[in-house]
């Protein structure tokens, strides 16, 4: 890999040349994109989602960059309603899809062939259909064809990576008006207002001594990631985390969610990628001789994202999540584990996952940039035999 060069990031002529197609500046534009989203879902027919009654299940078919859209509603599906979710937009649409249930198919560019597929099946069965993706394709050809509900997205809206909330914001909407779920469109400004905070604090301009972000990505430059979810909401930042740094970074990282996660991270932290080459306190020994003690090899780096300390008044179950949390924090900086942490502020499950998801974002592409890499590219995937428009 190429070496990290920090000073890219504050270079504003070698990064633009780095990030031709302007990432950071999609990234910053997420608030807007909740704000857009808002509007152009309640300009669409929200009351005849699922012909208005709350359906039997949903299945959600999404791929690529749109799976985010499905863990979203699954985080708060699962929590907060009796509706079964699945989710799967590449293999076939489940065989229990019927009458009853509502098909959630989301694809950007609305052209994703799994997707369209499974929700031209449903649309055979006699399902409810939810399209969401660009206007005027073929999804939205497979939505009028079900008598169901298209959602449009802004088509300005650029890269997948940068669109999660264009997709997600009309998927709560519309699941909140059938009675799925609820969720307020004050909630939703909350969070853009959160997204905004988020990208002041992570823009360009802001020198890497006092911009998060940019800390994050050096920081993440010095090690192997394993990135882990403290509890349902982190754990979903988590996964995206993961998919991000592949995806932007090029950098492999597993994930998991406490506490389901906590074994085999703590069983990591015995092997040979824990402490190899590093100081005490997680550091790079400076003491090192890589002719008698050999090169040093990739270092284990924890990226832990967490709730809220809790509160006196705090389900049990949230107390026993943040003690194994400090637990495997603690087990990893015993180990040599540089621990690389982030607790994000108190508010709806939405809000704090959104200041999550933009932290690691912007990581995520400062990171590619200053590696040199494109963060909107992805070299080989054109060549792979993949459906049409399959990431999308």
């Not at 349902?232 to 991000?244: D, F, K, L």
């Not at 049990?316 to 400090?326: G, K, L």
Request: hydrophobic letters at 40%; one cysteine or more.
């Amino acid at each position: 890999m190429s070496p990290f060069d920090e000073s890219l990031l504050d270079d504003e002529d070698r990064r633009r040349a780095v990030d031709p197609s302007d990432m950071l500046r999609a990234l910053a534009g997420a608030g807007a994109q909740v704000r857009r989203a808002i509007t152009l879902s309640q300009e669409g027919d929200l009351g005849r989602v699922a012909g208005g009654e709350r359906p039997r299940a949903i299945h959600v078919a999404t791929v690529g960059g749109s799976e985010g859209v499905a863990a979203v509603l699954d985080l708060l599906v699962s929590h907060r309603s009796p509706v079964l979710l699945t989710a799967d937009g590449s293999g076939p649409l489940p065989g229990w899809v019927g009458a009853l249930d509502l098909v959630v198919a989301v694809s950007l560019s609305g052209s994703a062939e799994g997707p369209v597929r499974q929700a031209r099946e449903a649309a055979r069965r006699g399902a409810h259909v939810l399209t969401i993706g660009a206007p005027d394709s073929p999804l939205a050809s497979a939505a009028a064809a079900a008598r169901g509900v298209h959602l449009p997205i802004d088509p300005g809206t650029g890269h997948s990576r940068t669109a999660l909330w264009s997709l997600v914001v009309p998927a709560l909407l519309a699941t909140s008006a059938c009675g799925v779920i609820d969720v307020p469109t004050g909630v939703l400004l909350r969070v853009a207002d959160r997204l905004d905070e988020q990208a002041e604090a992570f823009r360009p301009d802001a020198e890497s001594f006092v911009n998060p972000a940019k800390s994050l990505a050096t920081d993440l430059s010095e090690v192997t990631p394993v990135v882990l979810g403290d509890g349902p909401v982190a754990g979903v930042a988590a996964r995206r985390t993961s998919a991000m740094l592949a995806r932007t970074s090029r950098v492999p990282a597993t994930w998991g969610r406490l506490p389901d996660a906590a074994s085999q991270v703590v069983a990591c932290l015995s092997g040979p990628l824990a402490g190899s080459g590093t100081a005490p306190d997680g550091g790079r020994d400076i003491f090192a001789d890589p002719y008698l003690d050999g090169p040093s090899g990739p270092r284990l780096g924890l990226v832990l994202l967490r709730d809220p300390v809790p509160t006196t008044e705090s389900d049990p179950t949230e107390v026993e999540r943040h003690n194994t949390a400090q637990s495997v924090a603690d087990r990893a900086e015993a180990a040599g584990v540089r621990v690389l942490e982030h607790v994000a502020r108190p508010g709806h499950d939405l809000e704090r996952l959104a200041e999550h998801i933009a932290l690691t974002d912007f990581a995520s592409t400062y990171l590619a940039i200053g590696h040199g890499f494109d963060p909107a590219s992805a070299p080989g995937i054109d060549e792979l035999h993949l459906p049409r428009r399959a990431t999308e």
